[in-house]
């Protein structure tokens, strides 16, 4: 939680973390990664995670955008409600009824 209330206003997130990727898309958090690639796909094809890598002009670049209000307009992923327990007793639920 500490770690959290450093950042949950902030407009802008600078990370290599897939952690905080994940964080920032759930949050609408503007984020920059600085990596050349990410294990969390989803964070760029539907969040607000732009992987930039560590050249300084693209980075550079990406903070420009989002300090101009150019930011990367993402969603929250569609499974991502916090409801996965719900789901998975569900599935389970069902595949228990189906075996009585």
Not at 66 to 95: M, N, S
């Amino acid at each position: 939680m500490d770690f959290l209330n450093l950042w949950k206003d902030a407009s802008l997130i600078f990370t290599d973390s897939g952690g905080l990727q994940e964080e920032t898309t759930a949050l609408g958090i503007a984020c920059v990664t600085l990596r050349e690639n990410t294990e969390r796909p989803v964070t760029v094809d539907e969040g607000t995670n732009t992987v930039v890598g560590v050249d300084p002009a693209k980075i550079v670049a990406a903070a420009d955008a989002v300090l101009a209000g150019r930011a990367k307009t993402g969603r929250r992923p569609q499974f991502w409600d916090g409801k996965a327990a719900e789901r998975i007793v569900e599935a389970l639920a069902a595949q228990l009824c189906r075996w009585d």
